[in-house]
């Protein structure tokens, strides 16, 4: 147990605690704790991998436990070994007239000399003999190890001052500069343990600067901004053999401003000029900022600055030290006073100059006015004279039209800014006006159209000039030119309008205002005043007294001219006209050739709804009747119903004349050219010249049509049928529907029940469409026509809730895939039922 207690106090609190044993019990006991050296700079930087025999951490050790045990003597803590014999503590070797030197490897600290450190080094070794002299004689070992010890720390010490002495500190070489890398001796042991050599750049490959820290003595009250008589330092890169920069220049003696010797500087003399000339340049570098001032009161006294121009100029002298103080302090006064007055009085003196010039200019400038107010006198006192010698005339009646339209056009080029400017042309209108009532006294304008178009053009060329026509409701916005032909003109085309025209004859009124507009000299306003008050009263009362029975002349003849003119208006004509025709078209028989020639000049007047509900309630009815009645005969064919329908081809629209056409003329076409085929040795250049004599009686609107070119090839077909010695089809024998197949035998005969049940109804006198209608009745679905709506030409039916269209000639059905797209396509009765179905479905 003692061998285990002696290990652990060698091995692990040898140097933890002093006077420490361990007891019987096995506890450690201990007098006092060993004080640790604290952590230096360098054991925070490379932790373990610090240098463990550098001289600097031996010293610094070994360093602390004396200054350790210095402390603990000077404190009384720990207790004095009574043992040992009494012994006197050295204070060191001093030389009688010699400062003891310190050793080469102490460096002073902060704020303690070095005689302070020489005297605490020498103690340290009073330590070391004391310790070493204290041990009794008879442990002659223990004095050689300590002798032995001292002499290996004296042999540290002489290497680390060799060492120092190679990297450039020894005491062979010049003292560091203060602040640089070689005066840091802990920075110059950390670069150096990272590799860095003096004299050699930093970096991996040696190219960084030489100098990384620099510094250099700016002068006194220099600022950063102060480049005055300074440079900064610049780095030296390593890879550059540059010289080196040369030190800043010193002058031989400092200068002592703090002197009574130091010479005084004399302010420079300036002129009243000289002044002036540095007060505006002073001016022109001011920025237009804001002035903070400062008081400089290093003096002896206080100076208020604006800037920092003057701050480092030279100080005045002491107040004791200049001659004649109270002379010199009312020098400057007097000068500080006359820098002030003549910078007052240059100011007063510019003022001065710029008022001058300013009133130079407002001269000028009333100058000017004075002289275009002068001239503007001068015109307005001639245009005053010659207005006067007008009245004058016009007063003695000497006045003519000639004379007083030389006289305002003279006006007008001399002066033509105050003539607008005046409105000396309503001046002109007042004088013309009688002038021109006596001219055209008497005037008929629907018998001279032309009289006074030449006199009415040189009043608006001088009243209106090349101004465009700009009008109002108001009377106050109308132009002189305006207002003559109000009053001149227009009451004589009234009075000729209203009591001496006809409105069956337009010709007259038309040729009068079509000259007068033509000529831009019927204003616009007076234009619209002339139809709306003259002509369409007139219009309106010859609509509501023509009779179509009675007159000979079509109404179109006398109505038609004024439709450029009357536009919109002659919509309250037709309302009127259509009236009128509806009153004789229903007793109209289709040989009456007259009724197309009053209706048809109104197709493109009236709208396209008014225009198709006359046709189809007026003409259609009685062109299918004729075609009704139409026998086609190839060997006596007479063409006259079929001649009157051919007439109202351009008249009727498109889709309603290609049904009546597909009804009731192709299917007895067909017919004919059928039987004619079946007949025993047909002729075909016969049946081919009547072909093509049927197909030039279409006009060519009818021709271009798809559906009359179907019908027409479905007759060419039966004609290359016979001609091959095929069997021909007969026109409608050819199904497409569902009930002629053995599916639908059942759904036909229902059909066919249900129409024998009706009386006097057979089984032959179903046509295509009462069967497909025959159908929908046995589904219970709606089966009617769409009014209005057409399929390429053929009507369009609602067959429950799909839209379909019959194809007679060629008995086929078809219906509209999908409502409000333009998408037809074949189908059967079978797919209809389905199609209504799935409609009902959805």
Request: proline share 6%; with cysteine.
């Amino acid at each position: 147990m003692a061998e285990e207690a002696e290990g652990m106090d060698r091995f692990d609190m040898d140097g933890d605690f002093e006077g420490g044993r361990f007891g019987r019990d096995g506890e450690f006991y201990y007098r006092s704790r060993r004080e640790r050296a604290p952590q230096t700079r360098d054991d925070a930087i490379y932790g373990v991998f610090a240098e463990g025999d550098s001289d600097y951490d031996s010293e610094d050790d070994e360093g602390s436990r004396r200054r350790g045990r210095r402390k603990r003597r000077r404190d009384g803590g720990g207790e004095p070994d009574l043992t040992k014999p009494v012994q006197f503590v050295s204070t060191g070797k001093f030389m009688p007239n010699k400062e003891p030197e310190p050793e080469p490897d102490q460096r002073p600290g902060l704020g303690r000399s070095a005689a302070a450190a020489k005297e605490e080094e020498a103690e340290e070794e009073q330590d070391d003999e004391g310790d070493t002299e204290m041990l009794p004689m008879m442990f002659g070992r223990i004095r050689e190890g300590a002798r032995a010890r001292r002499e290996e720390k004296e042999k540290e010490r002489e290497k680390a001052a060799r060492r120092r002495q190679a990297a450039g500190v020894g005491a062979g070489e010049p003292a560091a500069a203060l602040g640089s890398l070689e005066a840091n001796t802990k920075v110059a042991k950390m670069m150096a343990m990272m590799g860095y050599k003096k004299g050699m750049g930093l970096g991996k490959n040696e190219q960084g600067i030489t100098a990384p820290v620099e510094t250099s003595l700016r002068p006194k009250n220099a600022g950063l901004g102060s480049v005055e008589g300074f440079k900064e330092p610049k780095p030296m890169m390593a890879k550059e053999n540059l010289p080196a920069p040369p030190p800043p220049p010193t002058s031989g003696k400092k200068e002592k401003r703090w002197s009574k010797k130091a010479s005084t500087k004399k302010a420079p003399v300036l002129t009243k000029n000289e002044l002036l000339a540095m007060r505006a340049e002073q001016e022109q570098d001011e920025q237009p900022a804001l002035v903070q001032k400062v008081i400089d009161m290093r003096g002896p006294q206080a100076r208020v600055l604006t800037d920092l121009k003057g701050l480092n100029e030279e100080q005045e002298m002491e107040a004791n030290d200049v001659p004649m103080p109270e002379l010199q302090y009312n020098v400057r006064l007097l000068v500080d006073e006359a820098k002030a007055d003549v910078l007052r009085l240059d100011g007063q003196l510019r003022r001065e100059q710029e008022k001058v010039a300013s009133l130079v200019r407002e001269k000028e400038k009333v100058a000017k006015q004075e002289a275009l107010q002068k001239r503007q006198l001068q015109v307005m006192e001639r245009i005053a004279e010659t207005l006067e010698q007008v009245r004058v005339d016009d007063t003695a009646g000497m006045l003519t039209l000639d004379g007083l339209l030389q006289t305002f056009h003279g006006l007008k080029v001399q002066f033509e800014e105050e003539f607008k400017m005046c409105s000396i042309a309503w001046i002109a209108c007042r004088y013309a006006h009688p002038l021109l009532i006596r001219i055209f006294q008497g005037w008929q304008p629907l018998q001279d159209p032309k009289f006074g178009l030449d006199v009415m053009k040189k009043w608006k060329d001088l009243l209106q000039g090349d101004q465009p026509f700009d009008f109002s409701d108001g009377s106050a916005s109308m132009t002189p030119y305006v207002q003559l032909v109000s009053e001149v003109i227009l009451p004589a085309v009234r009075i000729s309008g209203t009591n001496s025209w006809e409105a069956r004859e337009p010709e007259p009124m038309l040729n009068f205002l079509e000259l007068w507009d033509n000529k831009k000299l019927l204003p616009p306003v007076l234009l619209q005043s002339i139809l709306e008050h003259v002509i369409m009263p007139k219009l309106s009362a010859a609509v509501d007294s023509w009779d179509p029975r009675r007159e000979s002349v079509p109404i179109h003849v006398w109505v038609h001219p004024w439709l450029p003119m009357l536009r919109e208006r002659i919509e309250t004509l037709c309302h009127s006209i259509r009236y009128k025709l509806s009153t004789v078209l229903h007793v109209w028989q289709a040989h009456d050739a007259s009724a197309y020639a009053v209706l048809s000049p109104w197709k493109d007047v009236f709208d396209s709804v008014s225009w198709e509900d006359l046709i189809v309630r007026y003409i259609i009815p009685k062109l299918r009747l004729a075609l009704q009645e139409f026998q086609i005969n190839p060997a006596n064919q007479k063409l006259d119903q079929f001649n009157w329908v051919m007439l109202w081809a351009s008249a009727i629209p498109i889709h309603l004349m290609v049904h009546m056409l597909e009804v009731d003329f192709f299917s007895k076409w067909q017919q004919v050219l059928y039987h004619w085929l079946c007949s025993p040795n047909p002729d075909f250049n016969e049946i081919m010249n009547w072909y093509k004599g049927w197909k030039g009686l279409f006009p060519p609107e009818l021709l271009a049509n798809e559906r009359i070119r179907m019908l027409l090839t479905a007759g060419l077909d039966m004609m290359n049928q016979a001609a091959e010695g095929l069997e021909v089809v007969q026109p409608g024998a050819r199904e497409n529907v569902g009930y002629l197949r053995a599916t639908e035998k059942r759904q036909f005969d229902a059909a066919q029940q249900a129409y024998h049940a009706m009386p006097g109804a057979a089984m032959a006198d179903l046509s295509f469409k009462e069967s497909i209608q025959a159908y929908a009745m046995e589904q219970g679905l709606l089966f009617m026509p769409r009014v209005g709506k057409f399929y390429n030409g053929m009507p369009v039916y609602e067959f429950g809730t799909v839209s379909i269209c019959i194809d007679s000639v060629k008995r086929l059905l078809y219906a509209q895939l999908q409502e409000g797209i333009e998408r037809w396509s074949a189908v059967t009765l079978t797919q209809l039922v389905e199609m209504n179905r799935m409609g009902r479905s959805r």
